[in-house]
């Protein structure tokens, strides 16, 4: 079965990641398929918002750690990149269902969702230091605007997780709920908005991205020349393998 799974109904695009026995870690393959979908609900009629959703006790543990390693994204074009520059771009309202543990892009990529709900179990984390990498997603950009520079410093330097409380409190989540009502309450809210006059939506969210627009993209390529030169150093391979041989990191020296 595909590890994005995409459905069109009441022209509301889900698209939910499925992957569960790997946490729905995102490799590229995943990238390229959600870029897809993405590029081309942007630009058909039938679609008029997305919901991007997990599962009731998981969004996405991030970035697959092993092929992260293995075939680390080589250029711009790359699928992490393609989704990127997709969601950021993405025209129409885009609703994101948190439950469970939302690591590294799994934040950053709400930051380009227009509404957030999450579970109460919903796990937030930025590890980007803690594995030896710097934030991407234009996360170091858009973080700051949205919850403060006094708590993007903390989120971003710290890398501890943070709950869904907290992230409403900071401002990233609309609202809380059960974890079993988070997807539906999403698709609720989505069909809501696609019951209403798609231009109007899409010039409002325009009038509230366009700001940032060039900003945004110009960090996501400033963001991955850092993240693709650190993935490749000491500090990146001693936090993965860390994490692959389940032990504790040691940055001595590094
Ligand atoms: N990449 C690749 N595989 C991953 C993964 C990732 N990001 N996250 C989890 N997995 C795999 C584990 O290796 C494990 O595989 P195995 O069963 O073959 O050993 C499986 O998914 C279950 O993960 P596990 O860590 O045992 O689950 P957990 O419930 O104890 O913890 C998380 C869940 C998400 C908190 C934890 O897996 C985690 O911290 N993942 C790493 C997240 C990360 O560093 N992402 C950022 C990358 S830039």
Request: one cysteine or more.
């Amino acid at each position: 079965m595909s590890e994005i799974l995409a459905h069109l109904e009441h022209g509301v695009l889900s698209l939910t990641f499925n992957r569960v026995e790997k946490k729905n870690a995102l490799t590229s393959a995943m990238y390229a398929a959600l870029a897809d979908h993405l590029e081309q609900a942007a630009g058909d009629a039938q679609t008029r918002v997305l919901v991007i959703q997990g599962q009731e006790s998981l969004f996405t543990a991030g970035n697959d750690v092993s092929e992260f390693l293995q075939r680390p994204p080589a250029s711009m074009e790359a699928p992490v990149f393609r989704f990127l520059r997709a969601i950021a771009d993405f025209p129409k309202p885009a609703l994101a269902a948190v439950c469970g543990p939302a690591v590294g892009i799994g934040t950053t990529l709400l930051l380009h969702c227009d509404l957030v709900y999450a579970g109460d179990n919903a796990l937030f984390s930025l590890p980007f230091v803690n594995l030896g990498l710097c934030p991407e997603a234009a996360s170091s950009l858009l973080l700051p605007l949205r919850i403060g520079h006094a708590a993007a410093n903390e989120k971003l330097l710290f890398g501890e997780p943070f709950t869904a409380d907290e992230a409403q409190e900071l401002g990233l989540v609309n609202r809380v709920l059960p974890p079993s009502e988070v997807n539906a309450f999403a698709l609720q809210q989505a069909r809501k908005l696609a019951a209403k006059p798609l231009a109007s939506l899409m010039v409002t969210k325009t009038l509230l991205r366009q700001p940032q627009r060039a900003a945004v993209h110009a960090m996501i390529t400033e963001e991955a020349g850092h993240f693709e030169r650190l993935l490749k150093g000491p500090a990146a391979k001693e936090a993965f393998g860390a994490f692959l041989a389940k032990r504790k990191p040691d940055f001595s020296g590094l």
